[in-house]
């Protein structure tokens, strides 16, 4: 099941965001307690978003597929760690059902007859000496993994507008939906308006 745990987030981003943003205008006489989110608001608006780069934000994401994953890894912009398929053994992996298969009881049958053909056989080749690295090319892209993202504000607004909207694919649409639900509280001024 998807998890997003905020492992770190710029304290005081907002704030931040506003101590490097009034750089530009020479504007620090208006820094007051408060100031900050209608800075930032004006610097959102105004399109001036290289200063949300000075704020960055660390996830925890688990419970995702590898097929979500491939799709996340794909913003270069980020920093990323994930699970290895070569250091960590994936005898007993769990893996993450679409939901027009879990609805559909033939469609779901023979999705984890799949699942549980691919545990035996990476189970078999393991067993007869073979090594993670290469047993993991019989694991399907449903398998679950688990991924550390950093990211800048830039990137992740980035990020969300892209995977948050319909065309996006479901699973890396919730994982945007939850990645903004926690930056919305954090720093509303820089995600509001996605
Ligand atoms: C709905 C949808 C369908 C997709 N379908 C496919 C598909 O069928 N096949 C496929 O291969 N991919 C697909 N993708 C992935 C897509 O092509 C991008 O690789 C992915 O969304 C990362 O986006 P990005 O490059 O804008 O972002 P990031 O890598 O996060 O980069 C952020 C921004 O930095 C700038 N940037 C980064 N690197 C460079 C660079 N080298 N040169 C210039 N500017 C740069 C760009 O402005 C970029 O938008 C799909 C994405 C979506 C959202």
């Known amino acids: 099941m998807l998890k997003v745990e905020l492992l770190f987030i710029t304290p ?4 931040i965001i506003e101590l490097a943003g009034r750089t530009a205008y020479q ?17 959102r608006k105004s399109g001036h978003h290289s200063v949300l780069e000075h704020a960055y934000a660390t996830f925890r994401i688990s419970g995702i597929s590898r097929a979500c994953s491939h799709q996340l890894v794909r913003h270069r912009l980020c920093s ?31 999705f984890k007859e799949l699942m549980e053909k691919s545990r035996e056989t990476y189970r ?7 090594k993670a690295e290469d047993a993991r ?17 830039r990137e992740l607004r980035h990020i969300i507008s892209l995977r948050k909207n ?20 954090h720093a509303p001024s820089v995600f509001e308006d996605l």
């Not at 005081?12 to 704030?15: G, P, Q, S």
């Not at 504007?27 to 610097?43: A, D, P």
């Not at 065309?167 to 919305?184: D, F, G, V, Y």
């Open 12 to 15: 005081n981003a907002e704030k």
């Open 27 to 43: 504007s620090f006489h208006k820094i007051r307690e408060g100031s900050e989110r209608e800075f930032v608001r004006m610097l």
């Open 80 to 110: 990323f760690t994930q699970k290895s398929q070569r250091y960590v053994d994936e005898r007993e992996f769990s893996y993450v059902i679409p939901p027009s298969i879990e609805k559909d009881s033939r469609a779901k049958e023979i």
């Open 124 to 130: 078999k080749l393991k067993e007869i000496g073979i």
């Open 137 to 153: 090319y019989v694991l399907p892209n449903a398998t679950e993994t688990e991924i550390v993202l950093t990211a800048n504000f």
């Open 166 to 185: 319909n065309s996006a694919q479901w699973e890396i649409r919730n994982l945007a939906e939850e990645m903004l639900k926690i930056l919305k509280d």
